[in-house]
């Protein structure tokens, strides 16, 4: 099965209400503050599923969404008006020009592919000189995913969807290697503002081309 197929019947227990598997829908005004409440920009928003990320930045922005889920496709173009497209990106040149966009949103999205750093990569060559690239990825070994190996119950992270795990140090130098001014916090997690590491449940980025 490739990953394509894999995805569509997983998010069969998704349906156009959200995501009701993350159920952390709010991390997209989260990254949409932390994103600087960007207006009269043209956005690009990888792997969006239902737009619980998505809604936060269409007002006043021109964006346009991949994803390779064909309902949810179809779903945003009809809900948001935002220009939608098909199309898997594991390896895969993304179907847009050198410095398209102003800003790059890939939100929960790199701990589910094989190819996440292209993908990465290919956030990069899309986005204007000076552009900026946010998201979001489960901090997999926060204190209480290791207390939870500890006890056989390794957490939420490392459900039959995700592939690959990513700490605050394996992020920072991976965004590091391809963007500069590159900012790192910690969503959720009551001790998040001590210790993103141990403490953040998720890590959201901000970056700059």
Not at 41 to 67: H, R
Not at 121 to 148: C, D, I, Q
Not at 190 to 203: D, E, K, Q, S, T
């Amino acid at each position: 099965m490739n990953l394509k197929n894999f995805y569509e019947n997983a998010h069969t227990r998704i349906n156009v209400e959200g995501n009701k598997h993350l159920k952390v829908s709010d991390r997209g005004a989260a990254l949409y503050a932390l994103a600087g409440n960007p207006s009269g920009l043209k956005i690009l928003d990888l792997g969006c599923q239902f737009g619980d990320v998505t809604k936060y930045f269409v007002k006043d922005n021109d964006v346009t969404i991949v994803d390779f889920n064909i309902h949810a496709v179809k779903y945003m173009e009809e809900t948001y008006g935002v220009k939608a497209i098909e199309a898997g990106f594991d390896g895969d040149p993304l179907p847009f020009p050198d410095e398209t966009f102003d800003m790059v949103i890939l939100s929960e999205v790199i701990e589910h592919l094989f190819y996440y750093e292209e993908i990465i990569k290919e956030s990069g060559r899309v986005l204007k000189r000076g552009g900026s690239f946010v998201g979001s990825t489960p901090n997999a070994f926060n204190l209480r995913a290791r207390m939870g190996f500890l006890l056989n119950r390794p957490g939420k992270a490392f459900n039959d969807e995700h592939i690959r795990f990513f700490n605050l140090q394996i992020l920072s130098r991976l965004l590091k290697k391809y963007f500069s001014d590159v900012k790192i916090s910690g969503f959720k997690g009551l001790f998040r503002n001590i210790n993103r590491n141990f403490f953040a449940h998720v890590f959201l980025w901000s970056c700059k081309k």
